[in-house]
């Protein structure tokens, strides 16, 4: 049986990466899929420090998932969700070792190497830090 994790940040770039995941599982071998979406410390701390409404921003983070979404259930294809906080490179492999993923799918927002020195990248960290297989899409 595959397992996939596809790591989900909400962007359009992850829309793309379930694409791909589609084209891996297509062949009608039984699959695991699990999408996770990490919730920043910091931003939630933020979020917190603004006095958004924590209901609000759950749906918000509901919301960015539904491309996702849409992606799979277009594709018949059955997966599970993980919304999680934390670190998201960090918090993304240990939901991968946790949840003994064959490979991890994440998307990539094609920084440059002066913006990912400066900024960091999550797809970068986790191809660094991760033990199995990780496929970046751009």
């Known amino acids: 049986m595959k397992s996939i994790l596809l790591a989900s940040d909400g962007?359009?770039?992850?829309?793309?990466?379930?694409?791909?995941?589609?084209?891996?599982l297509k062949g009608g071998a039984e699959y695991r899929l699990m999408v996770v979406h990490v919730i920043d410390h910091e931003a939630s701390k933020h979020d917190a420090w603004l006095g958004m409404n924590p209901w609000a921003r759950q749906r918000e983070r509901e919301?960015?998932?539904?491309?996702?979404?849409?992606?799979?259930?277009?594709a018949g294809l059955a997966y599970s969700v993980n919304l999680t906080k934390g670190d998201p490179a960090e918090e993304i492999i240990l939901c991968a070792q946790?949840?003994?993923?064959?490979?991890?799918v994440?998307?990539?927002?094609?920084?440059n190497t002066i913006q990912e020195l400066m900024l960091g990248s999550v797809s970068h960290k986790v191809v660094q830090k991760a033990d199995r297989p990780v496929l970046v899409v751009r």
């Open 98 to 104: 946790k949840e003994n993923v064959d490979m991890i």
């Open 63 to 74: 919301e960015k998932l539904k491309p996702v979404s849409n992606v799979f259930e277009e």
């Open 106 to 111: 994440i998307g990539s927002r094609g920084l």
């Open 11 to 24: 962007s359009p770039h992850v829309s793309k990466a379930a694409e791909h995941v589609v084209t891996l």
